[in-house]
């Protein structure tokens, strides 16, 4: 149903994900739904959200996976596009504070607040020094780590959902008189 990775390089992709909402539904359809499912998990009627899916389509987000009859009509069931996405380019991933960035940090900072005992969260956080190259070396080795994790793992053995928020990029360097180090 999803295939592999998705590339982002245009800013309009982005765009269509800046919206609380619309990031919402987009993280919901990872399992395949209708609309009518979206507003019964978004607790909003189906008809304000067929907007908001059209836009996910329209972009190459989202897709029609299935359809199903429904009374007298066929209801349309979509899933994402890719089980992953990735950016590239020139993006501006942060406009207005309500960003794509913004939704994906508030997500985490949901998760970890709910962590306990039983299913904590680990937080890793680590500067290096690399070149360019090493640099995205990196950050190849750590997709197929994610990879090597997510196929050896069967999502009917008690697995829960955890995020994944990997970012290499350079760092501004502080003035040696600040730096707290």
Do not use: K
Not at 41 to 56: F, I, K, Q
Not at 87 to 110: C, K, M, Q, R, W
Not at 151 to 166: I, K
Not at 174 to 180: L, P, V
């Amino acid at each position: 149903m999803q295939e592999g990775e998705l590339w982002i390089n245009d800013p309009a992709v982005v765009a269509a994900l800046y919206d609380p909402l619309r990031y919402q539904l987009f993280r919901l359809l990872e399992t395949p739904r209708t609309v009518a499912e979206l507003g019964a998990e978004v607790g909003m009627p189906a008809n304000r959200l067929y907007y908001h899916v059209r836009r996910l389509v329209e972009c190459g987000l989202v897709r029609q996976v299935d359809a199903r009859p429904s009374g007298r009509h066929t209801e349309r069931v979509y899933g994402r596009a890719a089980e992953r996405i990735r950016f590239s380019g020139e993006l501006d991933l942060e406009t207005g504070g309500d960003g794509l960035l913004s939704a994906i940090v508030a997500e985490l900072e949901a998760g970890m607040r709910r962590a306990d005992e039983e299913l904590p969260s680990r937080l890793s956080y680590h500067v290096v020094h690399l070149t360019p190259d090493r640099a995205a070396d990196l950050e190849a080795s750590l997709r197929a780590l994610v990879d090597e994790f997510e196929s050896a793992t069967d999502p009917r053995d008690g697995t829960h959902r955890y995020g994944l928020l990997g970012i290499v990029t350079p760092l501004v360097e502080q003035e040696r008189g600040n730096a707290d180090s």
